[in-house]
């Protein structure tokens, strides 16, 4: 199931010379960070930053900034898993289900003499929905695994013995086995027996064609050397099983296709932008959904080096002979897939189509009827249907909509993770931070000692006004609507006094309420 990248609002620039989708954190808080029980029942997930939706049955799984959330009853209520013994605060890359059994990679930025480095940390898998959780090393090899073995030939290998840069970016599922897109370690395989009874199991590398191959099959006589470094198609992105033997997997240089992922030496046929008549829109493939209603293939295809390579969703009904394009320009992160229904979250929005790409329908204002909390972002990382229902994923919270006939039609819960502050007025924090005004907007939460005059200000880092959000308004009671026992929200769009986005760097809002003791907090825009 795609996880939606460790995705995004700002971008890392690998020595590959392509743009790596940065992971998104859970926002993070700059000075006091609130407390609670990650594992007790919760009216809502704990994070606000949704990655990836998985649905079976009444139960919902979530793959998120910060660990997991689980909840068997359609979202009545949840579990979460995030800072716990088995996810601490880590923040979750991809994530699966298959036989009852759900996995879920995990990563965090590591800091290092040469910045920041996005790092594996492993696997988590539970047989019990979350009673017991069991940890699986991230992937690496031996010093000695310097040759790999395909078909007939034996093949120089690169090892990848260190877990920095080595994300686990997709997981699927064939018959005994897992399959996982890695970045710095490529697509790999094990069997799900021997993994689950030697948790350190090593892992099998899978081959496939080089960036200047079409196409390897194991009777092929190859001499190249197998290293991930220097091949484009080598870094893992997305991978999807259609059945045990046809497998997808999508790199930063193409999208693969075996027919014979059962065998010990695939054979692999690859798509590339410029290798067909009908091709994909670019090489660098974020995504994969397959619709097995009319048997075809969905993908997320980025502009990767190529000049005439552009930004799109790209499908084929006919195992990737032919390719159709559509949503061009748009930068897609996952596929939610219903019967003739498909979505399509994007950098601009929750996209849904029932024709194939022929006309495509957003949502409209995502309000909770009850709550009035709004889903305020563009980019939606992920969806799922429910039967009637259907489930989005954001940087800025959880959403679902319980559709009455029409499409987008129906009444929406949103479901909004907020730290409960406590009664002193020294409690505040704002989310998402970092911030990016081009995305998102900023929410700052705090107390009020009842019904109170409120004004909240935007200082730069040398404590100049930038800008005054409200002045003087009323805050602590009913006229509010965000106002709640635990807190009060107001917003900032990332603009200054003249309606002009501020640049990127560290500002401070200052909350005045009353006669209470002014209230600071920092945020970190990061365009």
Wanted: glycine fraction near 8%; proline fraction near 4%.
């Amino acid at each position: 199931m795609k996880k939606n990248l460790y995705v995004t609002l700002s971008i890392l620039l690998l020595s590959t010379g392509i743009l790596l989708p940065q992971i998104k954190p859970e926002s993070f808080y700059i000075g006091k960070k609130a407390v609670i029980d990650k594992t007790a029942l919760s009216s809502n997930p704990s994070s606000n930053s949704i990655t990836d939706i998985i649905v079976v049955g009444d139960t919902v799984w979530l793959g998120m900034g910060t660990g997991v959330s689980l909840s068997t009853d359609r979202g009545t209520s949840w579990t979460n898993f995030a800072g716990t013994i088995a996810f601490g605060s880590e923040s979750i890359s991809a994530i699966g289900y298959y036989k009852g059994t759900f996995w879920a990679a995990t990563a965090y930025d590591k800091n290092t003499s040469d910045g920041t480095v996005q790092t594996g940390s492993g696997i988590r898998f539970t047989t019990d929905n979350g009673k017991s959780w069991n940890i699986i090393k991230q992937p690496v090899d031996a010093d000695s695994d310097s040759v790999v073995v395909y078909g007939i030939d034996t093949l120089k290998a690169l090892p990848v013995t260190v877990p920095e840069q080595n994300l686990i970016f997709d997981i699927t599922f064939t018959h005994g086995t897992i399959w996982i897109a890695t970045f710095a370690g490529g697509v790999r395989r094990a069997p799900i027996d021997s993994l689950i009874a030697n948790h350190n199991y090593r892992w099998k590398r899978v081959i496939l064609p080089t960036d200047n191959l079409d196409s390897i099959k194991p009777t092929d006589t190859l001499n190249f050397s197998y290293n991930v470094r220097n091949n484009l198609n080598f870094e893992g992105f997305s991978i999807l099983a259609i059945n045990d033997s046809t497998i997808y997997a999508g790199t930063a240089g193409g999208l693969n296709v075996t027919t014979d992922a059962d065998s010990m030496y695939p054979s692999w046929r690859k798509f590339t932008h410029t290798n067909e008549n009908n091709p994909i829109s670019g090489n660098w493939v974020t995504a994969l959904g397959y619709n097995n209603t009319d048997n075809t293939i969905w993908a997320g295809t980025w502009k990767a080096n190529g000049e005439s390579e552009f930004y799109a969703v790209s499908f084929s009904s006919d195992g990737g002979a032919n390719w159709k394009t559509t949503l061009d320009q748009q930068k897609v992160y996952n596929f939610g897939i219903e019967g003739n229904q498909i979505i399509a979250p994007s950098d601009a929005g929750a996209f849904r189509t029932s024709d194939k790409g022929k006309d495509w329908i957003l949502p409209n204002s995502i309000i909770d009827q009850s709550t009035k909390i709004s889903i305020l972002t563009q980019s939606f990382y992920s969806a799922a249907f429910q039967g009637n229902s259907v489930w989005l994923g954001s940087g800025d919270g959880l959403a679902r909509i319980d559709e009455s006939g029409a499409m987008w039609q129906g009444n929406w819960k949103v479901y909004f993770a907020s730290q409960p502050l406590s009664s002193s007025s020294d409690n505040t924090y704002a989310y998402p931070n970092p911030f990016n005004p081009r995305t998102d907007i900023l929410k700052i939460k705090y107390t009020t000692n009842g019904s109170e005059q409120v004004t909240i200000r935007i200082l730069d880092f040398s404590m100049h006004i930038v800008k005054t959000i409200i002045q003087n308004a009323t805050r602590g009671n009913p006229i509010h609507v965000i106002d709640s026992p635990s807190g009060t929200i107001d917003y900032w769009d990332g603009t200054d006094q003249a309606g002009n986005m501020v640049p990127n760097g560290v500002y401070f809002y200052r909350v005045d309420a009353g006669s209470q003791k002014p209230v600071y907090g920092k945020i970190l825009v990061l365009h």
